[in-house]
Each structure stands twice: as structure tokens, then as C-alpha cells.
Antibody, heavy 118, light 113 residues
Framework: QVQLQQSGPGLVKPAQTLSLTCAIS??????????WNWIRQSPSRGLEWLGR?????????DYADSVTSRISIRADTSKNQFSLNLNSVTHEDTAVYYC????????WGQGSLVTVSS | DIVMTQAPDSLAVSLGERATINCKSS????????????VAWYQQKSGQPPKLLID???VRHSGVPDRFSGSGSGTDFTLTISSLQAEDVAVYYC?????????FGGGTRVEIK
């Protein structure tokens, strides 16, 4: 059974960088048949896919157009985890952030409420 | 981007009765190499992450009760709960994974009448 455990700060100041980590158990971040996603959810935007990484002999990264200039997703094979960095945050980035596995998203992290506020 | 439009926004159904949720995609999401519609359905209970119920439009995920079923093709898809139970109170979402960005419907809230 795959489990995803999220960690990271719940409060970020405007213009700073939001950083979250998703630790994987029961699978490998470098699996050749998985993809690792970040999604966020807010009342105003609903469920919004932010981006993903996956490994197929090399690492691939895909990002949503809405955040592509501010986002970075990276895998850490030594810790079997992947991370989200979203820089230059504003209050509009306040949301619950989830990591999830797959294309149809069959396993999800527990969610992290991140508030952007000074 | 593929837009997923769900209806209705909310639904109140008596215990043991059928609940039907519709989802329309703005373009075809049929993935021919797998001969499958690239649509998934999720259940989200308060304070929890979404939980995968159905993928490939009609394939129940492991452990999902058989009162949940998915159907549809082309651009029109349906999630049916054949006999609503108290534990099915939740918000339900459709999602397409045919192309990036992955996109979700706006959700349908299911309540007990």
C-alpha cells in the first residue's frame, strides 16, 4: 500500500517561497510506471493541478501554465520523496496542498493547509 | 485546457435511493492506445483528501463498494451511487487525465434527504 506523508510550514509570508515535501512509502519516486503530482484546493479555485515529476530513464517535469514561472518540483531519490517550491507567493496561493501519485490519482497525501500572510 | 463541467452542484437523496452525478468534458478524452476513457471520479469527505473511486470512466478502484459505478463515453460521463448510504455524504469530483493540465470538475455535494 502506497502512503504519502506531507511536511512543511503552514504559514508563509507574501513574496517568500512555499516549500513542501512528500515522503513516499510503498513505492519508489524513481518508479518507471508512476508520476508524482502536486495539487492544491481552495474555495475560489477548486482542485487545481500544479505539476508533476516522473522518471523514465531521465527525469521529466510538467507544470501548469498558471504557475510555471514560479514553481519547481524535484525528486530526492536518497530520501524517496519529492518536493514543491512555489516562489513569490501572494494571498491567492493560500490553499490546502496535496501530493498525489499517478495520472488518475490513486494515492494522496493528507493535505497541508498553507496560509500566505504577513 | 479541457474543461470538466459537473451537474448538479448539490444533490439530496433519501437513504437507499439512487444518486446520479453527471460530468461533461469540453473535448473527447478517449485514449485509444488503452481503448479507455481518461476520466476518474473521486469522493472527498470533510477534512480529508479526495479518494479515487473510479478510473477509466467505469473501473472501480480497489476496495470501492459495488454500489458505486461509472459510465459514459465521448464527452458525457456519469457516476451512480445505486443505494445511498449515510457514509456516502461527501463531495464528488470528476477529473480528466487525457492531457495536461489535469483538470477537475467543480464538485457535486451529496447529502441525505
Amino acid at each position: 500500500q502506497v502512503q504519502l506523508q506531507q511536511s512543511g510550514p503552514g504559514l508563509v509570508k507574501p513574496a517568500q517561497t512555499l516549500s513542501l515535501t512528500c515522503a513516499i512509502s510503498g513505492d519508489s519516486v524513481s518508479s518507471d510506471n508512476a508520476a508524482w503530482n502536486w495539487i492544491r484546493q481552495s474555495p475560489s479555485r477548486g482542485l487545481e493541478w500544479l505539476g508533476r515529476t516522473y522518471y523514465r530513464s531521465t527525469w521529466f517535469y510538467d507544470y501548469a501554465d498558471s504557475v510555471t514561472s514560479r514553481i519547481s518540483i524535484r525528486a530526492d531519490t536518497s530520501k524517496n520523496q519529492f518536493s514543491l517550491n512555489l516562489n513569490s507567493v501572494t494571498h491567492e496561493d493560500t490553499a490546502v496542498y496535496y501530493c498525489a501519485r499517478g495520472w488518475s490519482l490513486n494515492f494522496w497525501g493528507q493535505g497541508s493547509l498553507v496560509t500566505v500572510s504577513s | 485546457d479541457i474543461v470538466m463541467t459537473q451537474a448538479p452542484d448539490s444533490l439530496a437523496v433519501s437513504l437507499g435511493e439512487r444518486a446520479t452525478i453527471n460530468c461533461k468534458s469540453s473535448q473527447s478524452v478517449f485514449y485509444s492506445p488503452h481503448s479507455r476513457e481518461s476520466v476518474a471520479w473521486y469522493q472527498q469527505k470533510s477534512g480529508q483528501p479526495p479518494k479515487l473511486l473510479i478510473d477509466g470512466a467505469s473501473v472501480r478502484h480497489s476496495g470501492v463498494p459495488d454500489r458505486f459505478s461509472g459510465s459514459g463515453s465521448g464527452t458525457d460521463f456519469t457516476l451512480t451511487i445505486s443505494s445511498l448510504q449515510a457514509e456516502d455524504v461527501a463531495v464528488y469530483y470528476c477529473q480528466q487525465y487525457f492531457s495536461l493540465p489535469l483538470t477537475f470538475g467543480g464538485g457535486t455535494r451529496v447529502e441525505i434527504k
